[in-house]
T-cell receptor, first 110, second 115 residues
Framework: QKEVEQNSGPLSVPEGAIASLNCTYS??????FFWYRQYSGKSPELIMS????GDKEDGRFTAQLNKASQYVSLLIRDSQPSDSATYLC??????????FGSGTQLTVLP | EAQVTQNPRYLITVTGKKLTVTCSQN?????MSWYRQDPGLGLRQIYY???????DKGDVPEGYKVSRKEKRNFPLILESPSPNQTSLYFC??????????????FGSGTRLTVV
C-alpha cells in the first residue's frame, strides 16, 4: 500500500464548477498536510497547509482534514482554466519527512 | 528574492560521465532535500540534509551522492549516470523538516537525460 494515495484522474470540470481532489494516507502519526500545485514542466508550488481536523479556507481553496479516516481533500470553488494543473498531496509522517502522492491532473474546461 | 536555485535547467549526458547538479538557497534554511519526479511515480526523495554535514538517504538513493559543506548549498552528484536516472530533479528547502507550518520551497528543476 502506498503511503499517500490520490485519485489518479485525470479530472475534468467545467469552468465555474467545484473541483474536488482527494488524498488518503497510511501513517496515523502524520500531523502536517499540504497541497501543492504543479504546472506542466514547472516546480511544485505550495497552495494550502492544514494541521487540525476540519476545514481551512483560503480564497477559492478549501482544505479538509479527517485524521480518524486518514483523509485530506482540496476543494477548488469557481474553477478557472488557470487552475488546470497537477495537484500533489504531501503528508508529514512520524519520520518528519514529506511524502508526496503521485498527483491528480485537473483540467478546467472553458 | 527568496529562492532555491538549481543549475543546470537541462542536461543531456552520456552513460558513465560524472555530473553534478547544483542547488543553492538564500533563505538560511536548515533543511534541504533532493527529489526525482517520474511519470506515474510522483516525487521520490533521493537524499536529504537536516543541517551542515548531516545527510541521510531517502527512498531512492542508489546511484547518487550528496554533500552539505555549507548551509546554503546541497549539490547532487551522479558518479556514473545510467539511462534509468533520466528524470526531472528538484531540490527543495525548508526552515525545519517535516512537522512544521512550513512546506518546502522548490527549485525550478533540472531535466536530465542520460543516453
Amino acid at each position: 500500500q502506498k503511503e499517500v494515495e490520490q485519485n489518479s484522474g485525470p479530472l475534468s470540470v467545467p469552468e465555474g464548477a467545484i473541483a474536488s481532489l482527494n488524498c488518503t494516507y497510511s501513517d496515523r502519526g502524520s500531523q502536517s498536510f499540504f497541497w501543492y500545485r504543479q504546472y506542466s514542466g514547472k516546480s511544485p508550488e505550495l497552495i494550502m497547509s492544514i494541521y487540525s481536523n476540519g476545514d481551512k479556507e483560503d480564497g477559492r481553496f478549501t482544505a479538509q482534514l479527517n485524521k480518524a479516516s486518514q483523509y485530506v481533500s482540496l476543494l477548488i470553488r469557481d474553477s478557472q482554466p488557470s487552475d488546470s494543473a497537477t495537484y500533489l498531496c504531501a503528508v508529514s509522517g512520524s519520520a518528519r519527512q514529506l511524502t508526496f502522492g503521485s498527483g491528480t491532473q485537473l483540467t478546467v474546461l472553458p | 528574492e527568496a529562492q532555491v536555485t538549481q543549475n543546470p535547467r537541462y542536461l543531456i549526458t552520456v552513460t558513465g560521465k560524472k555530473l553534478t547538479v547544483t542547488c543553492s538557497q538564500n533563505m538560511n534554511h536548515e533543511y534541504m532535500s533532493w527529489y526525482r519526479q517520474d511519470p506515474g511515480l510522483g516525487l521520490r526523495q533521493i537524499y536529504y540534509s537536516m543541517n551542515v554535514e548531516v545527510t541521510d538517504k531517502g527512498d531512492v538513493p542508489e546511484g547518487y551522492k550528496v554533500s552539505r559543506k555549507e548551509k546554503r548549498n546541497f549539490p547532487l552528484i551522479l558518479e556514473s549516470p545510467s539511462p534509468n536516472q533520466t528524470s526531472l530533479y528538484f531540490c527543495a528547502s525548508s526552515p525545519y523538516p517535516g512537522q512544521s507550518i512550513y512546506g518546502y520551497t522548490f527549485g525550478s528543476g533540472t531535466r536530465l537525460t542520460v543516453v
